[in-house]
């Protein structure tokens, strides 16, 4: 622990968790999309074990430098373009991600709203199934920024731990905003839209700066919130559709 007496070691710290919570973003904005599909009792904790899992995989994969540098090394060649394990990954994730956000666009907005009534919850292990799959890809990236960043591994796991404490706790303000707020769901999704998009041509090897995209999230959401506070009293939002209703006595 010798790092915590030098004044760069401490800025690098800052740095790399900063990072960390803007590379979190989006991890947040997926964990806050399917969480919202059980339960109220279920949410949080949804939310909690989806953003424990993130920093378990990417721990994990700090301590697994060796492993992640092998990722590099080319497995396959598609259409004169050398593929590694780490493009696999990115490019899998990224359809995942397009196919997800495109479903679940789908089922808020088209069809007639029929609605299923249901005694129990879609399965909380599917949803976290499908968080952890993402958690991957999500870490890898966060790995990589912070193994470019700094050379101490425990520098890089205090970022990862702090950036993730911070996403708990404002985790569940991000999610009950995005519900409330159909507009906000619905650029939430082209977000991930946005993000699915940039891992396929990063596997691909056509590397999209991250300040663009996040730059663009960004400066979306700021006129959204321009658009909300001046329409806050004119009209009722519309309602997304909901594929299933709890029944009166579920929680």
């Known amino acids: 622990m010798h790092w915590m007496s030098s004044p760069e070691a401490w800025i690098a710290l800052a740095t790399l968790t900063g990072l960390e919570l803007v590379l979190g973003v989006d991890n947040i904005v997926f964990i806050s999309i399917l969480s919202s599909r059980l339960r109220g009792a279920d949410r949080q904790r949804a939310r909690i074990v989806g953003l424990i899992a993130a920093m378990g995989m990417r721990i994990v994969l700090l301590l697994s430098l060796a492993w992640i540098v092998r990722l590099t090394a080319p497995l396959i060649t598609l259409f ?18 397009l196919a997800k956000s495109t479903f679940e666009i789908h089922h808020k907005l088209e069809g007639h709203g029929e609605v299923r009534r249901v005694a129990a919850a879609p399965s909380f292990a599917s949803v976290i199934l499908q968080i952890m799959v993402l958690d991957v890809v999500f870490s890898l990236d966060s790995v990589i920024t912070a193994v470019g960043m700094v050379s101490e591994i425990a520098i890089m796991v205090t970022a990862v731990v702090l950036s993730v404490g911070f996403m708990m706790v404002f985790a569940r303000r991000i999610s009950d905003f995005v ?3 159909p507009t906000v769901k619905m650029l939430a999704l082209s977000f991930l839209l946005l993000i699915g998009m940039t891992l396929v041509a990063d ?3 056509h590397h999209v700066p991250k300040g663009y995209v996040y730059f663009a ?11 909300l506070r001046l329409r806050r009293e004119k009209a009722e939002p519309v309602h997304l559709h909901q594929t299933y209703v709890w029944d009166p006595g579920e929680k």
């Open 80 to 97: 004169s373009h050398p593929i590694s394990g780490r493009d696999l990954i990115l490019i899998v994730g990224g359809l995942f991600l």
């Open 179 to 181: 519900e409330e707020h």
């Open 203 to 205: 596997g691909l090897g």
């Open 217 to 227: 999230m960004g400066f979306s959401m700021f006129v959204e919130m321009l658009n």
